[in-house]
């Protein structure tokens, strides 16, 4: 990185794209106010907080923009590439700063101060159209509009763990599935390791995806690929134990932020001696992909997913009223929506993980059948000292359903939500035994006995968050279905019209049916919390069933929701939606 000059000239600045059409006479006057910087990789530029009395703008490099989760750790929001304005709303807005910026790589940064700003745009007033429409650009969140590859990850480095992985061979089957999707993406090895950083830079403005290929070994040409990626994808074999750690130490920002993934190879006929856990750990990865050989599923899959085309399906709680996402996924299916993400919580999360386990349609309708319709699941009913049931029949089904699948190894990435009672937040379950954070989503509080997890006791996911559409939007940064089904209140209010005692109930009713009380705590933990806008705004697509006449615990009524979740889904699709989930080349 070269030093600090002295003097900026009005032709660095006019090579800052969105400065290249002001008037020479008007950057000569603001190089003179300018400061010109280099920031190495890792470091921070700007914290959530600092005052906005300076607008930046990048010269070369990349930049990391991040806000903070609820437990304190950093949020990926998105790249900041050259020539790009940095921490403009806050400055132009005069509040504090609301992201941290950090560069992901060694970046060239011009600061400008309010003064010589206000200067240039007397002069320049186009400028601030340009700004402007880079601001509403950054805030269209997903790009519903189309394809927006400026904040995406471009550049993907490929590094073989083993000497039997052939990377050039994998790099070229992406290739193709990323050009199927109009995606134009260049493979570039060591024979670049001499290259300039202006050389890369020119790669990525004029491909959609850069695709690096390095074996894991002490050369300069892997520390220059951990270095130049916005991601690293560590392809390994399920036939092989990872060394761990997998990586040397090293400080490049795509580790320091967790910006790592494991692309785990299944062969066939080959002995699996190792699961996603087991890499993920490894290589402290954020996301395992499962590619197993001849596969064009998991290729197209890895492709949507570097093309910033994936496609997240987001379930929500709400008793029996979850059936209906069952249709739903019917329906995108049946149009060919492919679904490359799917999480949720309680009964959303059941379901979404029969999806990530891969049951198809029949498998889905049977086990769901087998689970809660034939059979009430929830009638195992003690006197409650923590709740209505002892729990027993759920675990019991859960192990029958899920036995010891692990969240890691299913086929396709996937996360429920339960709610931790010490920190009172949520907890994202997305490693470990699928069973025990299946059970911890749906204990609803009153009805079945919590679950302590580490010392810390887990409640139903809905008490914090019933429609964890957010988390998706953190996963993967394609487009996100969400199918919301607790909308409407699902109660029958005469049950709270001078309700019996509880004996009187069991006389009439039964140990068969749950008594009112069920639905009172089910309807209390999935009342929205958030507006239908709120959520049209967090998601690109919004599925909202029409299940009114479906009460939360009548665990009967398949066959209606599941009918109205079709519909709704069918009816969604429409105006173009379509078009855009099956990812038709623009």
């Not at 951990?226 to 990586?247: E, F, H, T």
């Not at 809905?462 to 953190?474: I, Q």
């Not at 089910?522 to 006449?549: C, G, H, K, N, Y």
């Amino acid at each position: 990185m070269p030093k600090t000059p002295t003097v900026l000239t009005a032709e660095d600045l006019a090579a800052i794209s969105i400065l290249s059409d002001a008037p020479k006479g008007a950057l000569k006057a603001a190089a003179k106010k300018v400061e010109w910087f280099s920031l190495p990789g890792g470091r921070k530029l700007l914290s959530v907080g600092d005052a906005s009395d300076s607008i930046y703008f990048l010269k070369s490099g990349v930049l990391g923009a991040f806000n903070n989760n609820e437990d304190g750790t950093l949020n990926f929001i998105g790249h900041i590439r050259s020539g790009e304005p940095v921490g403009e709303m806050a400055f132009l807005g005069g509040v504090p700063h609301t992201a941290s910026i950090y560069a992901m790589r060694d970046s060239e940064i011009v600061r400008l101060p309010r003064e010589a700003f206000e200067k240039l745009i007397k002069r320049h007033p186009t400028l601030m159209r340009s700004l402007a429409q880079m601001m509403v650009s950054r805030m269209r969140r997903h790009h519903r509009d189309g394809y927006d590859g400026a904040s995406e990850p471009k550049v993907f480095a490929l590094l073989s763990t083993s000497p039997t992985i052939n990377c050039v061979h994998i790099a070229r089957q992406l290739s193709e599935a990323l050009c199927a999707l109009g995606r134009s993406c260049v493979i570039v090895g060591p024979e670049a390791e001499d290259s300039s950083s202006e050389w890369f830079d020119a790669l990525e403005r004029t491909h959609d995806v850069v695709l690096l290929h390095s074996p894991v070994a002490d050369t300069h040409w892997f520390r220059l690929c951990l270095r130049q990626a916005d991601r690293l994808w560590l392809v390994g074999r399920a036939d092989a134990r990872p060394s761990d750690p997998l990586l040397p130490p090293d400080r490049s920002p795509a580790r320091m932020f967790r910006l790592v993934d494991v692309l785990l190879l299944h062969n066939k006929g080959e002995r699996t001696v190792s699961n996603g856990g087991d890499w993920q750990r490894a290589a402290n990865a954020e996301r395992v992909f499962h590619w197993h050989q001849g596969s064009k599923s998991d290729v197209a899959r890895i492709a949507r997913t570097a093309a910033g085309r994936s496609v997240g399906l987001v379930l929500s709680g709400g008793g029996a009223r979850s059936y209906a996402h069952i249709g739903a996924i019917r329906a995108l299916r049946e149009a060919g929506v492919p679904i490359d993400f799917a999480g949720g919580t309680s009964m959303g999360a059941i379901i979404a993980a029969g999806l990530a386990l891969g049951w198809d349609d029949e498998l889905m309708e049977r086990n769901i059948c087998d689970a809660f319709v034939h059979s009430n699941p929830l009638n195992d009913y003690t006197l409650p000292v923590v709740a209505l049931t002892r729990g027993r029949k759920v675990n019991r089904r859960l192990d029958r359903f899920f036995g010891d699948f692990r969240i890691e190894n299913l086929e396709i990435p996937f996360f429920c939500v339960s709610s931790n009672l010490g920190s009172g937040c949520a907890t994202i379950h997305r490693e470990g035994l699928l069973r025990r954070a299946l059970r911890a989503s749906i204990a609803l509080p009153g009805v079945l006995p919590p679950v302590v997890i580490d010392g810390e006791v887990h409640v139903d996911g809905a008490v914090v968050d019933n429609f964890p559409v957010n988390v998706m939007a953190r996963l993967h940064r394609g487009l996100t279905v969400g199918v919301d089904v607790a909308r409407e209140k699902g109660l029958k209010v005469d049950d709270f019209i001078n309700p019996p005692g509880f004996f009187s109930w069991v006389m009439r009713h039964g140990l068969q049916e749950a008594p009112p009380i069920a639905s009172l705590l089910m309807r209390s933990a999935t009342i929205a919390r958030t507006s239908v806008q709120d959520a049209r705004d967090t998601v690109d697509i919004l599925v909202l069933p029409d299940i009114a006449e479906v009460e939360l615990r009548d665990w009967k009524a398949y066959d209606q929701a599941v009918e109205a979740g079709y519909r709704a889904m069918v009816e969604a699709l429409k105006e173009g939606a379509l078009t855009r989930l099956k990812h038709s080349p623009t």
